[in-house]
C-alpha cells in the first residue's frame, strides 16, 4: 500500500532555489512548495511503503546541502471538495 | 516500484497560465478564420454556425475516436493509457455524462448554443478584430459571480479590473468618423454584448466548471474531451433549429453553392477549436474561472496581427476598424485597456498551505472545513499538526477573512498557522 506524506523543511538562508530543484529531481517527491511562516518549502512525496520513505529520506532528502530540519507529517486520510 | 509521477519541469502555474494563455492564441486564429468564411462563402450567421457546428461535430467524434488509440505507458492508477491522456488525464472513454454531471453538461450545451448564436451575428455585424475585444466583456459576470458566491465585497484590483474591461470594450468597438447610423450599430452591438451574449457565456463557462469539477456516484470526475462531445451535440441540435428559417429563405441553396470553398477552413477552424476548448477546459479545472477566462484574453492581442496578415489576401477583413490612423488607436487602447485589467486580476489570486491542530476530545467534522469557500482539500496529518489545508483564494486580502469568518469559528480546531505559497511545482 502506497504512502504519502508532507514534509515541512526549514532551509538555511539562500538555499532555498537549490534545495527546491535538487528535491524536484527526486521522482517519489509530486509537489513542491516555497512557503512563508513557520516553515520555507513544504514538499508531498508518494512511495511504495514506510521503508522506502525511510530510504529516500535518509539517502536522498537528508543529503541535500542547505536543509537545516525537516519534519515529515504521513497523511492517513484526505478530503476532496467538489 | 509504486506509479509515481514526479515534479513537473513546469511549475504548476506555468502550466495553468500556459493552457489558459495557449487557448487563447488558438481562439483569436479561430476566430479570424470564421470571419474569413462568413466574408468569403457563408454570409449569414445562422447558416454559418450550423454549417460549422455539424462539421464540428464530426470532426470531434474523429478525433475523439483517434483519442482511443492506446499507448504503451500505463496510467497513475494502473490502466492502460491512450492518447486522449495526454490531453487529459481523466478521459479514458466515451463517456455519456449522468446524474448531476449530466444535467451541468445539458445546461452548459444550451448555453453554449446561445453564446454562439450571438458570436456568429456580432462577427457578421462587425469582424473579427472587434468581436475578440467584445469577447472579453463575459469577465465582469464572472467576476461578479464569485464575488456573490463567495459573499465577499470585490477588492479594489478587482474593481479596477471591471472598470478597464467594460471601457476597453466600449473604446475598442469605435471606430473613427463614426456616423449618426453607425452609432446606433454600436448601441445594438453594446446591448447585445453585456445583454445574451456576454451572460450566456458566463453561464456556460459556470456550468462547463460545475461540470468538470462535480464527482459521480463512484468519485470520479468527468474530463474535458467528453465534456465537448455532449456540449458540442446539444449545440449543434440548437443551432440546427435556429437555421431552419434561414434555410426556408434561400439558405439551403447558399449552402450547396458555397460548402465545397468553406470546408477546408471549416475543417481547420474546428481542429484548433476543438484543441483549444480542451485546452480552455483543462484550465478551468486547475484554477478560478475568471482567471482563466482572463487568460485566454491574450486572443485581443494576437487577433490584430493575424487579421492585418489575413488581410492581405482578403482585404475586406480589415473592414472599417483598420481604415484610418484613429480606428487602429482607439482599438489598440481598448484591448490594451483590456489586457492590463485581465492581467492585473489573474495575478491577484493566491494559494496557501493552512497547518491546524485540533482540540482533544472534540469530533471532527470534516464537512465543516470543507464546504468553506476556498478550501481545495485537507489532509488529516501525523505530527505536530493535525490538518493540512490547501486553500485557493481570490487575493491574499481574502486569507485573513477566510480565517477570521469561518475557519477560526469551527470549534474542533484548536490553532492554525498560515504559509501563503510564494512559488509551487507540482
Given at each position: 500500500m502506497t504512502v504519502s506524506a508532507y514534509i515541512f523543511f526549514t532551509v538555511e538562508l539562500g538555499k532555498t532555489t537549490s534545495v527546491v530543484n535538487e528535491l524536484r529531481k527526486i521522482p517519489e517527491i509530486t509537489r513542491v512548495a516555497v512557503v512563508t511562516g513557520e516553515y520555507d518549502i513544504i514538499a508531498r512525496i508518494k512511495t511504495k511503503n514506510l521503508e522506502e520513505k525511510y530510504r529516500i529520506s535518509t539517502e536522498r532528502i537528508h543529503m541535500i546541502d542547505g536543509i537545516i530540519d525537516t519534519q515529515t507529517a504521513v497523511i492517513e486520510k484526505e478530503e476532496t471538495s467538489g | 516500484m509504486p506509479e509515481t509521477r514526479s515534479v513537473s519541469k513546469l511549475r504548476r502555474k506555468s502550466t495553468f497560465y500556459l493552457l489558459g494563455i495557449s487557448s487563447g492564441i488558438l481562439l483569436s486564429i479561430f476566430v479570424v478564420l470564421d470571419d474569413i468564411i462568413n466574408i468569403k462563402y457563408l454570409n449569414d450567421p445562422y447558416i454559418l454556425g450550423a454549417f460549422q457546428a455539424v462539421i464540428g461535430l464530426i470532426v470531434t467524434v474523429i478525433l475523439i475516436l483517434i483519442m482511443h488509440i492506446p499507448v504503451k505507458k500505463k496510467s497513475e492508477e494502473g490502466s492502460s493509457q491512450n492518447l486522449g491522456y495526454f490531453f487529459d488525464k481523466n478521459f479514458k472513454r466515451f463517456r455519456f455524462p449522468k446524474g448531476k454531471i449530466g444535467l451541468y453538461t445539458l445546461f452548459a450545451g444550451l448555453f453554449s448554443a446561445g453564446t454562439t448564436i450571438f458570436y456568429f451575428i456580432l462577427l457578421n455585424r462587425n469582424g473579427a478584430s472587434v468581436m475578440m475585444p467584445f469577447g472579453q466583456f463575459v469577465l465582469i459576470y464572472l467576476i461578479i459571480a464569485e464575488v456573490i458566491t463567495d459573499k465577499e465585497t470585490p477588492v479594489m484590483v478587482e474593481i479596477q479590473s471591471i472598470a478597464m474591461i467594460a471601457f476597453g470594450v466600449i473604446i475598442a468597438s469605435l471606430t473613427g468618423g463614426d456616423s449618426a447610423n453607425r452609432t446606433s450599430g454600436i448601441l445594438i452591438d453594446i446591448l447585445l454584448i453585456i445583454g445574451p451574449f456576454a451572460l450566456f457565456s458566463a453561464f456556460y463557462i459556470f456550468f462547463q466548471k460545475k461540470a468538470l469539477t462535480t464527482k459521480d456516484s463512484k468519485g470520479r470526475v468527468f474530463d474535458s474531451i467528453n465534456l465537448r462531445l455532449w456540449t458540442l451535440l446539444i449545440m449543434t441540435i440548437a443551432q440546427c433549429l435556429a437555421v431552419i428559417p434561414s434555410l426556408l429563405n434561400g439558405g439551403w441553396t447558399s449552402i450547396v453553392q458555397n460548402w465545397s470553398g468553406a470546408l477546408p477552413l471549416t475543417l481547420i477552424s474546428v481542429f484548433i477549436t476543438f484543441i483549444s476548448i480542451i485546452f480552455y477546459s483543462r484550465a478551468l479545472t486547475m484554477g478560478k474561472m475568471s482567471i482563466v477566462r482572463a487568460l485566454r484574453s491574450i486572443s485581443v492581442v494576437f487577433t490584430f496581427p493575424i487579421v492585418l496578415i489575413a488581410g492581405l489576401w482578403l482585404?475586406?477583413?480589415?473592414?472599417?476598424?483598420?481604415?484610418d490612423p484613429l480606428s487602429i488607436t482607439l482599438k489598440v487602447s481598448g484591448s490594451c485597456l483590456i489586457l492590463i485589467g485581465v492581467i492585473a486580476l489573474a495575478l491577484s489570486e493566491t494559494k496557501c498551505i493552512l497547518l491546524a491542530k485540533v482540540k482533544q476530545g472534540v469530533e471532527i467534522v470534516p464537512s465543516e472545513l470543507i464546504k468553506m469557500k476556498g478550501v481545495e482539500n485537507f489532509s488529516h496529518i501525523t505530527g505536530i499538526y493535525d490538518l493540512l489545508v490547501n486553500i485557493k483564494i481570490?487575493?491574499?486580502?481574502?486569507t485573513l477573512s477566510l480565517l477570521e469568518k469561518s475557519i477560526d469559528k469551527i470549534e474542533w480546531i484548536e490553532k492554525v498557522t498560515t504559509h501563503p505559497i510564494i512559488k509551487e511545482f507540482d
Open positions: - | 482585404p475586406e477583413l480589415l473592414g472599417s476598424g483598420f481604415s481570490r487575493n491574499i486580502g481574502k
